[in-house]
């Protein structure tokens, strides 16, 4: 009961400012707000893979993502591709440099990069449709796809879960949670289509959030992997209720990304 309260006050707290800067802030202020989440997150994740200590090359990765994140918020292609083909190369060189006082680790150098690609670039594409036509309302669309069909996840699994998804991953998911993840993010996707997006044919809100809900639950299970490797319950501790940034955002990562290519490439 006690955790299941702290969730609905950090939301309670947390929700109406974000909400407020995502419709009325500035693009600048929006693009220093996935700054803020995206360091935040990271951070988390090479703590998650690193341990304390490699703090040279979580510094290396921390820059190239700030970089990132610059490059999409002025809308420069150009130089957001040229940061992606040589965040590897930067990130390899750094490795050599570190390991001219100790041995080469590889796998420290393969964890900056990932993290770079699997955090930061997933997040930038909020910068990306936010800058479409109608992007703010997009990015609610997006927000309602996650957040709806985790709310729905969470009381259908509570009440009705009884069949295990995947246990050896995710003890707590069941097949009953994810049918309600899919059902109340394609509902949630029709009435939001009908209220803010009404040119917007039905069929596609559907696609959406059917095919939406599906693959941010594979982005979760994708964290939940990741932490049960490493032996934990939740990637920090920095949200009462919820765990850390990264447990609330690991299935935008793989939302935002798909809603935005399938507006870019579908629906155009």
Not at 40 to 55: I, K, S, T
Not at 72 to 90: E, K, M, N, Y
Not at 125 to 141: A, C, D, N, Q
Request: hydrophobic share 55%.
């Amino acid at each position: 009961m006690g955790a299941h309260l702290n969730r609905w006050l950090t939301g309670l707290l947390v929700l109406p400012g974000i909400l407020l800067l995502i419709g009325y802030g500035s693009a600048f202020l929006f693009s220093l707000l996935i700054s803020v989440v995206a360091i935040l997150a990271l951070m988390e994740y090479y703590r998650m893979v690193m341990g304390p200590g490699c703090q040279g090359e979580k510094v290396l990765g921390l820059a190239v993502s700030l970089g990132l994140v610059l490059a999409a918020q002025r809308g420069d292609q150009a130089l957001l591709l040229a940061i992606l083909s040589l965040t590897v190369p930067v990130v390899f060189i750094g490795g050599l440099w570190r390991g001219s006082s100790r041995t080469f680790d590889v796998i420290t150098v393969v964890a900056v990069a990932v993290g770079v690609f699997y955090i930061t670039l997933g997040l930038a594409h909020f910068i990306f449709l936010r800058k479409l036509p109608s992007g703010t309302i997009w990015v609610f669309f997006v927000l309602t796809l996650a957040f709806a069909g985790d709310t729905a996840a969470f009381y259908a699994g509570s009440l009705l879960g009884g069949r295990k998804l995947l246990p050896t991953i995710s003890p707590g998911k069941t097949v009953e949670g994810t049918l309600g993840l899919i059902g109340g993010s394609t509902a949630a996707c029709l009435v939001f289509k009908w209220a803010f997006l009404p040119g917007l044919p039905w069929y596609h809100a559907a696609a959406l959030g059917i095919f939406g809900s599906v693959i941010g639950q594979l982005g979760d299970l994708s964290e939940s992997a990741l932490k049960r490797h490493f032996g934990l319950k939740d990637s920090g501790s920095l949200l009462p209720g919820h765990g850390g940034i990264l447990d609330r955002i690991d299935c935008l990562l793989f939302i935002v990304p798909f809603v935005y290519y399938y507006r870019m490439f579908i629906l155009s």
